[in-house]
């Protein structure tokens, strides 16, 4: 039996595909479409899910929506009419946008999927999953357990902003939900936007700027912003927030709360805005372990699986894990609302239709869900590009590539299938030397185009991970920090301890300092050479060479770019940056054999996120 998942028209479209239950693709629409979070019907993902899985749209058994717009638009008008006559600029704007699409869905699907297989009859075939439930599923059902509790939080759905459920063998009960116009998500996306960040993509950017600052503003947050309970139950106080009819996520009165209007884009970032970023994630994760505790103690479940975008939070994730009330955590990699396409996938097949579910482990399989390219097809891509390159055998490109690294070039990595979900996780990545004191500034500046306060990740061969961070779980999916352990650090002088924001990031801290943030932290992927042999070898060689079993990783692709998907997306990036070196498949390029003539202005050929 075989569900297509579609998530889209909100943010981050995506299509999923699974075979008798089985994950068989998944991929966002916005690597195919170039255009960052599209959130336009993805035909493009779908039609590369049906070629993945070698099938016809017509010999699809089912195709199921993320979530149900009539609950949705029951919300949108519930919300107005309580909130009149203030937000009459909001509603003249967003109700003719349902009234001739959102509202009639159904239609518009229909539409959509006939203009795929030419037969526009999919009303009975056409099901829609509950937006939390996408989310729940999509972490519970891939998850290796039996039994767990699952918690998603996020923005908003149709109704619910947070819930939990008890997930066991092939159903999932939703037995608690926090509902709109309280959410946890809305209010990290109001200091996103107070902040000077775009809202709906700058909330992990609120996240690493925290470490530079003190949360002095968090017990302002819970006794005016919120009323938190033991649990983790809460409420806002509404008076402060715009983001329920107006046009902003803000107000003149959280303005005069917080000392002033919001930060332009353009302004500097001062240390208010970082006290700030700290104030909101200290909240954030003081919320998260209440209700995390609470539900432990509540169902007694010794397992936890989370979805949801605040699920990518992933410094209250690391603590959550250290909390020690579940032993052990599932963390849906897509857990944004890309995720859902694949949950409702999930959902269809076991709730809906009755099917039964098989775990067997991880069944996201590293995540690595995307399009692959055979060795030949590459060739041709990158000749079409006019690409200058050397064919190397596996085990030369491993070596010449570790090398390179060792000498602290910056490296192109295109491998294998391209990953689901927000992060690049070693098959679309820019490597680096993790012991450079200046890798972290030259990939900011210099390739990425980004924010020089941004930290970069580590990747670290799991048997090793607990030599060099306080963590001995599995991380492969980039979603939990630790601390670089003390062995490894560096302890900061008097004078170097007084400097100010971002010049904390500068003062080598550790034995990698390229991936040590100025709280001693990293964002951790542990690399497993079952699902990744290659990108496991380079980090073996890389070690041989130099003792060090760690690499930057960060995404291919440049700030405001989707994630590089097909070969020639790499060769512009590669021709765009200053990165040094790229490998896509066992084509080898340098950038002084490349004619000049290709390089490309990149710094500005992307809307900044």
């Given at each position: 039996m075989r569900i297509l998942g579609i998530s889209a028209f909100y943010h981050d479209s995506a299509a999923a595909l699974i075979e008798d239950g089985r994950i068989v693709a998944a991929a966002q629409e916005e690597r195919f479409s170039r255009k960052k979070h599209d959130s336009r019907f993805p035909v493009h993902a779908l039609r590369y899910c049906l070629t993945e899985g070698g099938v016809e749209l017509g010999n699809v058994d089912r195709v199921v929506f993320y979530d149900k717009p009539f609950l949705k638009f029951e919300r949108l008008l519930e919300t107005y009419v309580t909130f009149a006559p203030r937000g009459i600029k909001s509603f003249s704007m967003a109700i003719p946008l349902w009234l001739r699409e959102k509202l009639f869905l159904k239609d518009l699907l229909n539409k959509e999927l006939a203009k795929i297989d030419g037969s526009g009859g999919w009303n009975e075939q056409l099901l829609f999953s509950e937006h939390h439930l996408s989310h729940a599923a999509s972490a519970f059902f891939p998850s290796p357990f039996g039994e767990a509790v699952v918690l998603t939080m996020d923005g908003v759905g149709e109704w619910a902003t947070t819930s939990a459920a008890i997930g066991k063998e092939n159903r999932l009960e939703v037995f608690k939900e926090i509902h709109f116009p309280h959410s946890l998500g809305l209010l990290y996306s109001a200091m996103t936007y107070y902040t000077g960040f775009k809202v709906n993509s700058g909330e992990y950017k609120v996240m690493g700027l925290a470490p530079y600052g003190e949360p002095k503003y968090a017990d302002k947050i819970f006794k005016n912003l919120m009323d938190v309970k033991a649990d983790g139950s809460f409420r806002l106080d509404l008076s402060y927030f715009n983001y329920c009819t107006g046009l902003t996520m803000t107000n003149a009165k959280f303005d005069d709360l917080f000392g002033g209007p919001p930060r332009k884009p353009d302004q500097l970032l001062t240390q208010r805005h970082m006290d700030l970023a700290a104030s909101i994630q200290a909240v954030t994760e003081e919320v998260v372990l209440r209700l995390t505790r609470s539900l432990r103690k509540e169902t007694g479940i010794r397992n936890l699986c989370l979805a949801g975008g605040v699920a990518l939070n992933c410094v209250a994730n690391g603590k959550v894990l250290r909390d020690g009330h579940f032993e052990q955590i599932y963390i849906q990699p897509a857990a944004g609302d890309a995720g859902g396409a694949l949950g409702a996938a999930l959902a269809g097949y076991h709730m809906q239709l009755g099917q039964e579910r098989r775990v067997n482990g991880d069944a996201m399989r590293g995540a690595y869900l995307g399009p692959a390219f055979a060795q030949t097809e590459i060739e041709a891509r990158l000749k079409s590009c006019g690409a200058k390159f050397d064919l190397l055998e596996e085990s030369a490109l491993?070596?010449?590539?570790?090398?390179?690294?060792?000498?602290?070039?910056?490296?192109?990595?295109?491998?294998?299938?391209?990953?689901?979900?927000?992060?690049?996780?070693?098959?679309?990545?820019?490597?680096?030397?993790?012991?450079?004191?200046?890798?972290?500034?030259?990939?900011?500046?210099?390739?990425?185009?980004?924010?020089?306060?941004?930290?970069?990740?580590?990747?670290?061969?799991?048997?090793?991970?607990?030599?060099?961070?306080?963590?001995?779980?599995?991380?492969?999916?980039?979603?939990?920090?630790?601390?670089?352990?003390?062995?490894?650090?560096?302890?900061?002088?008097?004078?170097?301890?007084?400097?100010?924001?971002?010049?904390?990031?500068?003062?080598?801290?550790?034995?990698?300092?390229?991936?040590?943030?100025?709280?001693?932290?990293?964002?951790?992927?542990?690399?497993?050479?079952?699902?990744?042999?290659?990108?496991?070898?380079?980090?073996?060689?890389?070690?041989?060479?130099?003792?060090?079993?760690?690499?930057?990783?960060?995404?291919?692709?440049?700030?405001?770019?989707?994630?590089?998907?097909?070969?020639?997306?790499?060769?512009?990036?590669?021709?765009?940056?200053?990165?040094?070196?790229?490998?896509?498949?066992?084509?080898?390029l340098r950038k002084e054999s490349q004619d000049p003539a290709l390089k490309q202005n990149y710094e500005t050929a992307f809307e900044l996120d």
């Open positions: 491993i070596a010449t590539c570790a090398e390179d690294l060792a000498e602290g070039k910056a490296l192109g990595w295109f491998q294998g299938r391209m990953e689901f979900g927000p992060r690049a996780l070693g098959n679309r990545s820019i490597l680096g030397d993790p012991r450079s004191p200046t890798m972290r500034k030259t990939l900011n500046l210099k390739v990425k185009y980004r924010e020089s306060f941004r930290p970069f990740a580590p990747s670290v061969l799991r048997d090793r991970v607990s030599d060099w961070f306080d963590l001995d779980n599995d991380s492969p999916y980039m979603l939990l920090v630790a601390d670089v352990v003390k062995a490894r650090r560096r302890e900061m002088m008097v004078e170097e301890k007084q400097l100010f924001g971002i010049d904390k990031l500068n003062v080598p801290r550790s034995d990698i300092p390229a991936v040590t943030h100025v709280d001693y932290s990293a964002r951790v992927q542990t690399v497993h050479k079952d699902t990744n042999p290659r990108y496991h070898a380079l980090l073996s060689a890389f070690e041989r060479k130099t003792g060090y079993p760690v690499l930057v990783n960060t995404s291919f692709n440049v700030r405001g770019e989707p994630i590089v998907c097909v070969p020639e997306d790499a060769f512009r990036c590669f021709m765009g940056t200053e990165l040094d070196v790229l490998a896509v498949g066992n084509c080898y």
